[in-house]
C-alpha cells in the first residue's frame, strides 16, 4: 500500500493518554489539569507523567498559578505541538488508507 510507513507514526503522541491530551487541546486551545483529568479518566500522577513527555517534546507548554491561593495549572498546545499533531494525524491517515 502507497504511503505505509509504520515510522511516521510520532511514538510521544501515540499514547493513549497522550493523545487524548493532544486531540483535546487541538480543539480548546488550552485547559486546565482538572479538566484534562476528567476528561481523560486519569489519575494526577498519570496525566502529569504524560504531561511531562508532551512538555520536554515541546508539544504542550505548562504553566502554573495561584489562583484564590488554589494552585492552578494550564496547558496550552504551542505551535511545534499543533504541527506534530497534524502530521500524526496525517501518518494515522496514510496508514488507513484504503480500507
Do not use: E, L
Given at each position: 500500500m502507497e504511503g505505509f510507513d509504520i515510522d511516521h507514526i510520532d511514538d510521544v503522541i501515540h499514547g493513549?493518554?497522550?493523545l487524548g491530551v493532544m486531540a483535546y487541546l487541538s480543539g480548546a486551545g488550552s485547559a486546565d489539569f482538572n479538566t484534562l483529568k476528567t476528561r481523560l479518566q486519569a489519575t494526577d500522577g498519570n496525566l502529569s507523567a504524560h504531561l511531562r513527555k508532551l512538555e520536554d517534546a515541546g508539544f504542550v507548554r505548562v504553566e502554573k498559578?495561584?489562583?484564590n491561593r488554589k494552585p492552578l495549572t494550564t496547558l496550552t498546545l504551542t505551535d511545534t505541538g499543533r504541527t506534530a499533531f497534524a502530521a500524526y494525524l496525517d501518518a494515522?491517515?496514510?496508514l488507513v488508507e484504503g480500507r
Open positions: 493513549r493518554v497522550r498559578a495561584f489562583v494515522i491517515g496514510k
